[in-house]
T-cell receptor, first 112, second 115 residues
Framework: DSGVTQTPKHLITATGQRVTLRCSPR?????VYWYQQSLDQGLQFLIQ???????AKGNILERFSAQQFPDLHSELNLSSLELGDSALYFC???????????FGQGTRLTVV | AQSVSQHNHHVILSEAASLELGCNYS??????LFWYVQYPGQHLQLLLK??????LVKGIKGFEAEFIKSKFSFNLRKPSVQWSDTAEYFC?????????????FGKGTKLSVKP
């Protein structure tokens, strides 16, 4: 157990819909990262938040957005969903300093 | 653009065989290097990491990796694999030495170990 909690574990939804994925980082970690893992693209960094502020942006679509709340949990919002958005979405968190990021179990999103 | 390449898509070995998985990255500046493992249906777990110092890094479960700066490589090795090492292995690079979760991952190498 990495200490990073993601909910839900599985999500099935229809095209055009909007979903919210939730992540609770490890206790004390200020940084939260979101990744998308798909068969064709592999693991892609989407976005990072640090203590409530957006810190870095990767290959995140405009239909996707994220935020980090005062209690440091984060949500990834995916809207106008397409079949190609079906993937495993991972959240990770890290403390300050030279250490690694810790990954959650992921949310498997299936768009039908 | 910054990129990470893993040379093998799928490696099949018998138990007790030696393992070497290749990883190369494109950038010549400061990097932090990681190998993660993903067992079937599970999350990514860190095997080992390199930030600085001794380029030969030892990780968990008997894995090690060698950073060769001149070759932009960070190959993963294990002298004798076990059936339980069956998993997917990802090399990841943090460029510029920034936030440690801001990683570029390789495409991954699936390792199948035959008992």
């Amino acid at each position: 157990d990495s200490g990073v909690t993601q909910t839900p574990k599985h999500l099935i939804t229809a095209t055009g819909q909007r979903v919210t994925l939730r992540c609770s980082p490890r206790s004390g970690d200020l940084s939260v990262y979101w990744y998308q893992q798909s068969l064709d693209q592999g693991l892609q960094f989407l976005i990072q938040y640090y203590n409530g502020e957006e810190r870095a942006k990767g290959n995140i679509l405009e239909r996707f957005s994220a935020q980090q709340f005062p209690d440091l949990h984060s949500e990834l919002n995916l809207s106008s969903l397409e079949l190609g958005d079906s993937a495993l979405y991972f959240c990770a968190s890290s403390p300050e300093g030279n250490t690694e990021a810790f990954f959650g179990q992921g949310t498997r999103l299936t768009v039908v | 653009a910054q990129s990470v390449s893993q040379h093998n898509h799928h490696v099949i070995l018998s138990e007790a065989a030696s393992l070497e998985l290749g990883c190369n990255y494109s950038y010549g500046g400061t990097v932090n290097l990681f190998w993660y493992v993903q067992y079937p249906g599970q999350h990514l777990q860190l095997l080992l990491k390199y930030f600085s110092g001794d380029p030969l890094v030892k990780g968990i479960k008997g894995f090690e990796a060698e950073f060769i700066k001149s070759k932009f490589s960070f190959n993963l090795r294990k002298p004798s694999v076990q059936w339980s090492d069956t998993a997917e292995y990802f090399c990841a690079v943090n460029f510029h030495g920034g936030s440690q979760g801001n990683l570029i991952f390789g495409k991954g190498t699936k390792l199948s170990v035959k008992p």
